[in-house]
């Protein structure tokens, strides 16, 4: 169950679920509406390109900022609390590391699979990480840390 506690960010949504539907999604549309621009790209170049892709996403920004989180004492859980605002390692180019890496695995499937659509919705990825996860995660921080949480946000950006 979703803990909802006054120390925690008010998140509502698994946020691995958001880019898992939208991949599913992708791999729909293409299925009834393919998208073709006539692009030779074989399929193990493509497949290569992509895994690339989604396998330095999941290792570069989500397991750097995992292991980082850990070693901090904190949980990379949305719905656990935050004890300090970290600003080393990839929090220190985005704010938000790990969600970027959700919607870079999207663009890395598209392009293993040739999905243009999953290219498209990708944005729409990043909108909804953003309205379900990060505004309430954002909100949750400047109650909790103020000022501090501020000036990390004038500081870095939100996506890059």
């Not at 605002?85 to 590391?97: A, E, M």
């Amino acid at each position: 169950m979703i803990d909802t506690s006054e120390d925690s960010a008010a998140v509502r949504v698994f946020p691995p679920v958001i880019p898992a539907l939208i991949i599913l999604l992708g791999i729909g549309l293409n299925y009834v509406w393919p998208i073709d621009l006539a692009l030779a790209i074989s399929k193990p170049l493509r497949f290569w390109i992509g895994s690339a892709i989604v396998v330095s996403a999941m290792l570069g920004l989500g397991g750097w900022s995992i292991l980082i989180m850990r070693r901090d004492g904190q949980s990379e859980n949305p719905w656990k609390p935050t004890f300090n605002i970290i600003d080393r390692g990839p929090f220190r180019v985005t704010r938000n590391p790990m969600y970027l890496q959700m919607v870079v695995v999207c663009m890395g499937v598209g392009i293993a699979l040739m999905n243009w659509w999953l290219l498209l919705l990708a944005p729409v990825c990043g909108w909804l990480l953003q309205r379900l996860a990060i505004l309430p995660e954002e909100d949750y921080l400047e109650r909790k840390f103020g000022e501090s949480y501020l000036a990390y946000k004038d500081r870095v950006r939100r996506w890059l």
